[in-house]
């Protein structure tokens, strides 16, 4: 079992920015593809972010392409998620997902909070 913890949701302006970080104890992390989901009120969850083994390669949704950035630190064991520009539309709960791939196992974080409001 790997625990996943996401930190770093809060509230924040439209226009304004936001860092989330998802930590795992997982001792392969660098073989985990890592992404984030969020799920709007009242609607279904949706891929956020996703990044690859190594870092090599990332995808976005369309609606936070130019505005979100995924990254990782394998030697930390971290993912983050930079948010810049951020509205209405992006308030949802952030979940950090871990996919081994070559297991095929995977863990979902709790969830962190974003609201986007003035």
């Known amino acids: 079992q790997v625990t996943v913890a996401e930190s770093g949701g809060g509230l924040v302006q439209p226009g304004g920015s936001l860092r989330l970080s998802c930590g795992t104890d997982g001792h392969i992390f660098s073989r985990y593809t890592m992404s984030w989901h969020r799920r709007p009120p009242g609607k279904e969850r949706e891929l956020v972010a996703q990044?690859?083994?190594?870092?090599?390669?990332?995808k976005y949704a369309d609606s936070v392409k130019g505005r979100f950035t995924i990254s990782r630190d394998d030697a930390k064991n971290m993912v983050f998620l930079q948010m810049d520009n951020l509205n209405g539309d992006d308030t949802a709960v952030y979940y950090c997902?871990?996919?081994?791939?070559?297991?095929?196992?995977?863990?979902w974080g709790q969830g962190t909070q974003v609201t986007v409001s003035s």
């Open positions: 990044i690859t083994p190594g870092g090599g390669a990332t």
């Open positions: 997902h871990a996919l081994d791939g070559l297991v095929g196992f995977n863990w």
